[in-house]
């Protein structure tokens, strides 16, 4: 009797955990319909107007896939009507040759407001020195390569460390070459 007793509490937790997994997946399986039913559908929403629920666009308007014959002036033509933002794309993307881009790649496209900003930040003569800044991370910003911190040295005549490192100060006004 206990034999039979055994089996049968065996076979009745083997039944409840199948039970429990097989609900498991009935509940994955119709998330999984439903979410597939109603992609692309639009929404109505308070004021009348409709939108696409997927965010898929609005991920793919910050992106630009290159193609043939495109070279980083006519893309910055395209978004925002003016040759000149092609060195905010290059930052963007961190390509280092902008006459060098490759078919397929993706570039990230800023909105027209952070592109504006890059390029006043990059179009700069003069740099307001924060607390912690250095030649190496001003250089950075001004150029995006930081190995050209000799240059801002050279044009503002900064004194040096023992160390040998140039001396720059905290809010002071430094000359930017461009």
Do not use: C
Request: glycine content about 6%; proline content about 3%; aromatic content about 8%.
């Amino acid at each position: 009797m206990t034999k039979k007793k055994t089996n049968f509490l065996a076979n009745w937790q083997e039944n409840w955990a199948g039970l429990v997994v097989g609900a498991i997946v009935v509940v994955i399986i119709a998330l999984l319909v439903v979410n597939f039913i109603n992609r692309g559908k639009e929404e109505q929403i308070d004021n009348g107007a409709s939108t696409d629920i997927t965010t898929s666009q609005e991920e793919k308007s910050n992106q630009y896939k290159i193609v043939a014959g495109d070279s980083l002036s006519k893309i910055a033509q395209n978004y925002y009507q003016d040759e000149s933002y092609w060195i905010v794309l290059a930052r963007a993307n961190n390509i280092l040759n902008p006459n060098v881009i490759y078919v397929d790649t993706n570039l990230q496209i800023p909105s027209k407001e952070d592109a504006g900003k890059m390029r006043d930040e990059m179009t700069q003569t003069t740099y307001k020195v924060a607390q912690g800044d250095t030649l190496f991370t001003i250089a950075e910003k001004m150029y995006g390569d930081g190995s050209r911190w000799a240059i801002i040295s050279k044009a503002n005549n900064l004194g040096r460390l023992p160390n040998g490192n140039p001396l720059v100060f905290a809010d002071s006004t430094i000359r930017i070459p461009r």
